[in-house]
């Protein structure tokens, strides 16, 4: 399936990128520019972002690396007066 019509990306260029890039390094955080930048690609219109961003959501690669979970200290809901 054609993913960007202006770079001309399909969905399976996507998911070979980002198996390139997590196999390359498995803490990596997978954003769209990085895929572009990967495949040696720009996008021009932006009209595929929201269609990008579903492809790279359902690749089970993009995930946030488990080294990196659970960094942010929860939030103090406790207020001083
Ligand atoms: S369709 Fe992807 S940048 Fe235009």
């Given at each position: 399936m054609i993913v960007c019509h202006c770079a001309r990306i399909k969905s399976s260029d996507i998911q070979a990128a980002v198996a390139w890039m997590r196999a390359a390094d498995p803490t990596a955080l997978i954003t769209p520019g990085k895929v572009y930048r990967a495949l040696g690609k720009r996008p021009d219109c932006g009209g595929c972002v929201a269609l990008f961003v579903d492809v790279l959501r359902a690749?089970?690669?993009?995930?946030?690396?488990p080294v990196l979970r659970g960094l942010r200290k929860p939030a103090d809901r406790r207020r001083t007066r």
């Amino acid at each position: 399936m054609i993913v960007c019509h202006c770079a001309r990306i399909k969905s399976s260029d996507i998911q070979a990128a980002v198996a390139w890039m997590r196999a390359a390094d498995p803490t990596a955080l997978i954003t769209p520019g990085k895929v572009y930048r990967a495949l040696g690609k720009r996008p021009d219109c932006g009209g595929c972002v929201a269609l990008f961003v579903d492809v790279l959501r359902a690749d089970q690669n993009t995930g946030v690396p488990p080294v990196l979970r659970g960094l942010r200290k929860p939030a103090d809901r406790r207020r001083t007066r």
